[in-house]
C-alpha cells in the first residue's frame, strides 16, 4: 500500500536458525548445553549470512537494501558486514523490531550508521525487551 513499485525479493538464506526437534517450541524448553545435531549452529547461519551479503552486494550495486529476518540471523549478519565476531560487537542479541543501518563505502567497507534502534517503536516496547548496547 505505501510502497508500490518497490521489489520485494525472498531467499531461504535469511530464515532464521533450524531448530530441528525444537522447531515451534520456547527457547525455555531447549537444552542449550546438549543441542542436537540437527539443531543448526551458529556458524552455518553465519556461512547463510556471508552468501546472502555476497548476493546482495552482487546483484545491488547502487541501491538501498533492507533486510529482514530473525535475531539470530541478524546477528550473523552483524557480524559478517563488521568483519568481527559478534560477541566484539554486542552484548545481546537485536531486539525485536530493531533497526541496524550500514553504509557501504567507496573502498569497500561498510560503515555503521546505527546498531538496534527502536525510536521507531519506543512506546510499544514491553517490559521484557532486551537492553542491547553496542560495546565501546
Known amino acids: 500500500?505505501?510502497?508500490?513499485?518497490?521489489?520485494?525479493n525472498s531467499t531461504k538464506l535469511l530464515r532464521e536458525r533450524a531448530f530441528g526437534p525444537y522447531e515451534g517450541q520456547s527457547s525455555k524448553t531447549c537444552d542449550w548445553e546438549n543441542l542436537p545435531t540437527e539443531v543448526e549452529t551458529m556458524e552455518s547461519v553465519k556461512g547463510r549470512a556471508t552468501e546472502a551479503l555476497q548476493t546482495i552486494l552482487k546483484n545491488c550495486v547502487?541501491?538501498?537494501?533492507?533486510?529482514?529476518s530473525h535475531?539470530?540471523?541478524?546477528?550473523?549478519?552483524i557480524s559478517v558486514i563488521m568483519k568481527?565476531?559478534?560477541?566484539?560487537?554486542?552484548?545481546?542479541?537485536?531486539?525485536?523490531?530493531?533497526?541496524s543501518l550500514f553504509e557501504l563505502?567507496?573502498?569497500g567497507l561498510f560503515?555503521?550508521?546505527?546498531?538496534?534502534?527502536?525510536k521507531h517503536v519506543?512506546?510499544?516496547q514491553s517490559d521484557y525487551?532486551?537492553?542491547?548496547?553496542?560495546?565501546n
Not at 111 to 118: A, P
Open 1 to 8: 500500500q505505501f510502497h508500490k513499485g518497490i521489489p520485494v
Open 62 to 68: 547502487g541501491k538501498t537494501v533492507l533486510i529482514v
Open 71 to 77: 535475531g539470530g540471523f541478524c546477528s550473523r549478519m
Open 84 to 99: 568481527k565476531p559478534f560477541e566484539e560487537i554486542c552484548t545481546t542479541w537485536p531486539r525485536n523490531a530493531g533497526l
Open 105 to 107: 563505502k567507496d573502498n
Open 111 to 118: 560503515s555503521l550508521v546505527y546498531l538496534d534502534c527502536i
Open 122 to 124: 519506543e512506546n510499544l
Open 129 to 135: 525487551s532486551l537492553n542491547w548496547v553496542p560495546k
